[in-house]
């Protein structure tokens, strides 16, 4: 039997809220002072409560986790096909759900958090600017927002930056951008150029006009009609692209430097030369789409410096602000150039709080020494898959660049991705289906990609099982 020391000025402990944690001494004692300053009465009662068991603590998670999915079920839209954990906390690449289980993260919650989960210096960036201004609207000026702007001008291509909420509507504002260019442009045509041309597996967002340029005709196909006048290539394929890029028709081609949700597929050099060469013929504008490959995952800061083509637009997202809803449209001046007030705009972009978590993310990512770790751990991760899984049967093939890998399977990657998961190791689907997409934290360690491959390989017999199916 345990005796409780309880604080009339604290409530005791609900059950529900218990977690596997260190207490924090300093807290602790900083809980039973009073507002007064002097310290708070407590008492000492023997309640009869015996300390709860490891085995009890997880039974109350399970309860938890439960009454979570039951209520989620009632109460969300029901647009996610959620995998069955209730994940309450994480640090580094760990995360730990409600019955204390650890997790291996190789998600980074979609490619997202590249500093991984708890950051001390994203938290210090956060906490710092709640405290002294969240949110103004883009009717003033804030410091954080034009800090990090001039920041993206100075490590980019580009002279200007807009600033958005998320990858999808970064797309969107470049539609606009690119629309706006042909008709400032061409002041006396009667119809200036309005058409997109996109490609084969590629992914841009689930809004109007970014869900236009996506080929997956299951996500088009509930909407229609959507925006008109996209059209698809094979991606890669140069010549059948070269008779689409037509002047006077063409206002923007979109393409992914390397596909993620598509498959982890990457670009050569050779077609991406070929894009710019045909826009600038055409008079059309060359949209990089970098919301999952950019900003370090490649080793190297922007995906296409690797490939020593620049676009006239770039959009990004994904792990800009460490977790927190960003987006952003970087262009060349001559784009940006033809936009006026009130061409567009929006409420909460280029907030202060978000913008000052996006430059403790780009002060770190940034750094030289940082993305060449990444580059190194990259090969490393690549190595470690050929070596334990590269002589599976249903292994086709292991690609990608720097921390953003795909394993291509001959069959559905979903048996084997619920396996990870139940042995404490999160990673995605891509492509039909069929490809495991791995996108870590980029600041994950050599020991934890080890131990990564080390589950994989381990529950590849997982495919035997499931390949008929």
């Given at each position: 039997m345990t005796s409780l020391y309880v604080s009339l000025k604290t409530p005791t402990f609900q059950p529900s809220n218990l977690r596997r944690r260190r207490l924090n001494p300093e807290r602790e004692a900083a809980a039973a002072v009073g507002i007064d300053g002097r310290r708070a009465p407590t008492v000492r009662m023997s309640l009869g409560v015996e300390a709860p068991s490891n085995a009890a603590a997880k039974s109350l998670g399970a309860l938890k986790g439960r009454e979570v999915v039951e209520t989620e079920a009632r109460v969300l839209v029901g647009t996610y096909a959620r995998s069955p954990v209730v994940l309450e906390s994480g640090k580094g690449c760990k995360l730990y759900d409600v019955e204390g289980r650890e997790y291996l993260?190789?998600?980074?919650?979609?490619?997202?958090?590249?500093?991984?989960?708890?950051?001390?210096?994203?938290?210090?960036?956060?906490?710092?600017?709640?405290?002294?201004?969240?949110?103004?609207?883009?009717?003033?000026?804030?410091?954080?927002?034009?800090?990090?702007?001039?920041?993206?001008?100075?490590?980019?291509?580009?002279?200007?930056?807009?600033?958005?909420?998320?990858?999808?509507?970064?797309?969107?504002?470049?539609?606009?951008?690119?629309?706006?260019?042909?008709?400032?442009?061409?002041?006396?045509?009667?119809?200036?150029?309005?058409?997109?041309?996109?490609?084969?597996?590629?992914?841009?967002?689930?809004?109007?006009?970014?869900?236009?340029?996506?080929?997956?005709?299951?996500?088009?196909?509930?909407?229609?009609?959507?925006?008109?006048?996209?059209?698809?290539?094979?991606?890669?394929?140069?010549?059948?692209?070269?008779?689409?890029?037509?002047?006077?028709?063409?206002?923007?081609?979109?393409?992914?430097?390397?596909?993620?949700?598509g498959g982890i597929y990457s670009a050569t050099k050779e077609f991406l030369q070929f894009l710019r060469q045909a826009c600038d013929d055409a008079g059309a504008l060359l949209v990089f789409d970098e919301v999952q490959c950019g900003l370090g995952r490649t080793g190297y800061l922007w995906a296409h410096e690797a490939y020593g083509v620049f676009p006239d637009l770039m959009t990004l997202a994904k792990p800009l602000a460490g977790g927190l809803p960003i987006g952003a449209v970087l262009l060349t001046e001559r784009v940006a150039s033809c936009m006026a007030y009130g061409d567009h705009g929006s409420t909460f972009a280029g907030s202060p709080l978000v913008c000052n978590a996006a430059l403790a993310v780009l002060d770190k990512i940034s750094n030289p020494n940082f993305l060449s770790s990444v580059t190194k751990k990259g090969l490393y991760l690549k190595d470690l898959l050929e070596r334990k899984l590269g002589k599976n049967p249903h292994v086709k093939e292991i690609r990608g660049f720097g921390l953003i890998v795909g394993i291509d399977l001959d069959v559905s990657a979903t048996a084997l991705v619920d396996a990870c998961r139940n042995s404490g190791l999160l990673v995605l689907t891509a492509g039909k289906g069929n490809v495991v997409r791995l996108v870590p934290p980029l600041i994950i360690t050599e020991q934890e990609l080890e131990h990564a491959v080390e589950i994989l390989s381990k529950a590849l017999p997982v495919l035997d099982e499931n390949g008929s199916q």
């Open positions: 993260d190789l998600s980074s919650g979609i490619a997202v958090n590249a500093l991984g989960h708890g950051d001390e210096d994203w938290l210090k960036a956060v906490v710092e600017q709640a405290g002294t201004l969240t949110h103004v609207s883009n009717l003033y000026y804030s410091i954080p927002q034009v800090e990090l702007a001039k920041r993206l001008v100075d490590c980019s291509f580009a002279d200007r930056v807009f600033f958005a909420n998320s990858g999808t509507e970064a797309n969107e504002a470049a539609i606009k951008f690119a629309r706006k260019f042909q008709r400032h442009s061409h002041p006396d045509a009667k119809e200036p150029a309005t058409e997109f041309v996109a490609f084969t597996n590629c992914f841009h967002g689930r809004t109007m006009g970014a869900l236009a340029l996506t080929s997956k005709e299951h996500y088009r196909t509930p909407f229609q009609p959507v925006m008109p006048g996209v059209t698809f290539a094979e991606y890669g394929n140069i010549q059948a692209t070269k008779e689409l890029i037509q002047p006077g028709k063409t206002a923007a081609v979109f393409v992914e430097p390397i596909q993620g949700e």
